[in-house]
């Protein structure tokens, strides 16, 4: 069966169209725009309308390319940035109206799954360790086989962070500073839990 995966992430809107037959997924197309839903998250709250229409106009091509490539369903999701902002749900029902796309929203945990099996797809055998930076999360999951022995979503993301460190081009040092001490205490929390 054809399918059709949309990524929506705080950085980027992905669009994966492959063939999955007896549990095997061969891609058929990929697409990634760069799109920014999660621009000003970190500081307003919200998601940008400048931010959502170019979410808005990835989506058009993608489904434009799924219905060519006749794609027998579509799923839809959204990372950090959805999750973060006050007015995700009026983003999720702007989704179903324009496009009739039921989108989710990954907790981050979900979000951290997916990403190890999605990483682990082809490789069956021996210790796994993925680590996937997002604009405003970044997952780590640690496994051997289908089910991980450790994952996390942290809300670390290099959207997230040059929001709210680094200000100036280049950085100066006390913004590298602040950031690596946000980092640092961010995993040491985790860790720690």
Known sequence: MRVA???IGTNSTRLL???VVAGEIAPVRRESQVTGLGRGVEISGRLSTEALEGVFAAIGDYLA???ELEAAG???FATSAARDASNSGAFLAE???RFALDATILDGEREAMLTYLGARDGCRHGATMVIDIGGGSTEIVVGSGAEPSFHTSLQLG???HTERHLHTD????NE???LAEDVGEAIAAELAA
């Open 170 to 173: 280049p950085p100066q040092t």
């Open 95 to 97: 989704l179903r109206e």
């Open 158 to 160: 290099v959207v997230r």
């Open 17 to 19: 169209v492959a063939d």
């Open 74 to 76: 579509t799923f839809a």
């Open 176 to 178: 590298l500073e602040s």
């Open 65 to 67: 390319i799924i219905r």
């Open 5 to 7: 995966a949309i990524d």
